[in-house]
């Protein structure tokens, strides 16, 4: 089984970055996925998830408005697409992916992501 995320990087304030996982190893369609982050001396918090079927999302309440999470099944692959970053949108970036009948869980290595000028 394998998360691997790409698509990090420096970006100024207010910039765009597209995160993808690419998964493999498990039936990507049966799991729901989501993106969390973890700042340096802060705990890790989810940013965003989506269904395995891709029909229902949900946004932690920082991002709303400037986050989009999507998932392409055909090619096991989920992203995140991030507009308008902010200083504060620092952190190491995870995927995980959530079995939905049941307990399995994955998690990837996470992707940095620094916005600063």
């Known amino acids: 089984v394998q998360l691997v995320e790409s698509g990090g990087g420096l970006v100024q304030p207010g910039g765009s970055l597209r995160l993808s996982c690419a998964a493999s190893?498990?039936?990507?369609?049966?799991?729901?996925m989501s993106w969390y982050r973890q700042a340096p001396g802060k705990e890790r918090e989810l940013v965003a998830s989506?269904?395995?079927?891709?029909?229902?999302?949900n946004y932690g309440t920082s991002v709303k408005g400037r986050f989009t999470i999507s998932r392409d099944n055909a090619k096991n692959t989920v992203y995140l697409q991030m507009n308008s970053l902010k200083p504060e949108d620092t952190a190491m970036y995870y995927c995980?992916?959530?079995?939905?009948?049941?307990?399995?869980?994955?998690w990837g290595q996470g992707t940095q992501v620094t916005v600063s000028s």
């Open positions: 190893g498990f039936t990507f369609n049966n799991y729901g």
């Open positions: 989506i269904s395995s079927a891709g029909g229902s999302t």
């Open positions: 995980h992916a959530n079995y939905r009948f049941g307990s399995s869980t994955y």
